[in-house]
């Protein structure tokens, strides 16, 4: 079983929408988590972390349930310019302390 | 520097060469990755330097590929040998000891041929 897994879509939304992306993980402990962003042939950059309390960063919503292992990000509002990839990506205790566990993304498109 | 630089940016080479990529990380950011991420495919973990510890080289493929990083600084990951399935995006990525943020660099993109 892989570490963090999504739903790799795609994700086809007309502008203005709201869609959400989930993600699980593996390992209970898992010590932090993150959404990264990447877009076609660019390197993926680090969009938002995500905390226990769940966090908002103006349309992004990313939400983190420790029970069940489960992360999500919402975006409202969909814009033109969120099309992308998106990685759900998770640190975790242990030997290898620092290294991050990337999902294989989620490829989201929003059309006018 | 301000970001992580990679170079080259592009590496066509021939099946059987040897090839070296470069890394040059954040100043200051103790950690350093290697992953590899072929067309299509998510990122794949090969190595991680954490300071002077020992290097976390769990992803590493097979015995044709190595990385050295001196210190804190510049990293280079060789792959001898070359085989067309090398061929991908390898990146590079820097973070601060402990933090979770990556700043990764834009790639050295690899076709073997």
């Known amino acids: 079983r892989k570490e963090v897994e999504q739903d790799p879509g795609p994700f086809n939304v007309p502008e203005g929408a709201t869609v959400a992306f989930n993600c699980t993980y593996s390992n209970s402990a898992s010590q932090s988590f993150f959404w990264y962003r990447q877009d076609c042939r660019k390197e993926p950059k680090l969009l938002m972390s995500v905390y226990s309390s769940g966090n908002e960063d103006g349309r992004f919503t990313a939400q983190l349930n420790r029970a069940s292992q489960y992360i999500s990000l919402l975006i409202r509002d969909s814009k033109l310019s969120d099309s992308a990839t998106y990685l759900c990506v998770v640190k975790m205790r242990g030997s290898t302390l620092g290294r991050l566990y990337f999902g294989r993304g989620t490829q989201l498109t929003v059309w006018p | 520097g301000a970001g992580v630089s990679q170079s080259p940016s592009n590496k066509v080479t021939e099946k059987g060469k040897d090839v070296e990529l470069r890394c040059d990380p954040i100043?200051?950011?103790?950690?350093l990755y290697w992953y590899r991420q072929r067309l299509g495919q998510g990122l794949e973990f090969l190595i991680y330097f954490q300071g002077n510890s020992a290097p976390d080289k769990s992803g590493l493929p097979s015995d044709r590929f190595s990385a050295e990083r001196t210190g804190e600084s510049v990293s280079t990951l060789t792959i001898q040998r070359t085989q067309q399935e090398d061929s991908a995006v390898y990146l590079c990525?820097?973070?601060?000891?402990?933090?979770?943020?990556?700043?990764f660099g834009s790639g050295t993109r690899l076709t073997v041929v």
């Open positions: 100043s200051g950011h103790t950690a």
């Open positions: 990525a820097s973070s601060l000891a402990g933090s979770g943020g990556y700043t």
